[in-house]
């Protein structure tokens, strides 16, 4: 496999899958009323561990704005011959298992029948999976996630107005903003470079995050 640096992947790129968003809806609403608590219940550990990072996401500082698809898996082997050319392969996180997101890519049990459907069609290497809330008014400020050669991340908007937005900085270091609509496409954005979001409209807007240990489908588009 291929690992690319931050700067050689593309800033925001639509990927050719696109999955059925009546079914996609039809999933959420299934599940919209469970706890949006992942960071006090199932990524507690990585939360609790990476506070002076997670403090400035509210995504993730705020587990209100997180419900978690996928659990802690022991079973989970990070493959040895990864190869990403990294520290993290030989060093991450000391070696502890249970401080590898990575490792959090167990479907949890009750997830709506589509969405497991979904994350199966992104495997292998598939890690933590999360539904994100982005409430009226609210805004993401300029941050960046983690180095690609860690992973990289796919978004499926899943409820969104056309004032929702994702934001980076160009080549030319001008601010861009991005509308990515509702319609079952999916969406990589660089975990690796400054990137924001804002959500101006009435309604909450809602993403389907697929984290990944490869850079498989962005190097295949």
Known sequence: MTWKTRKEL????????????????????????NPWNAY???YKTLGDH??????????QAESKSLMSLTEYNPEYKIDKNRNSGSKWDKVYMNGKHE??????????????EYFSYMIQTF????????????????MLGKHIDHDTSIGVR???????????????ID????????????????W???PGIVHWAENLGQEDRIHLIINMDTHRLINEC
């Open 99 to 112: 401080l590898d997101a990575r490792c959090y890519n167990k479907i949890k049990s009750g997830i709506p």
């Open 40 to 42: 006090d219940t199932d």
């Open 123 to 138: 495997q292998p290497n598939v890690s933590r999976v999360m539904l994100t809330k982005l409430q009226p008014g609210e």
């Open 154 to 168: 796919y978004h499926i908007p899943i409820i969104t107005n056309s004032d929702s937005r994702i934001g980076f």
């Open 50 to 59: 990476y506070k002076g990072i997670l403090k400035n996401s509210p995504y």
């Open 10 to 33: 593309p800033r925001l790129k639509k990927i050719d899958i696109k999955f059925d968003i009546e079914k996609i809806l039809e999933a959420y609403e299934e599940i919209k009323d």
């Open 171 to 186: 080549d030319d270091g001008n601010d861009v903003l991005a509308h990515l609509p509702a319609d079952g496409s999916v």
């Open 188 to 190: 990589f954005l660089n």
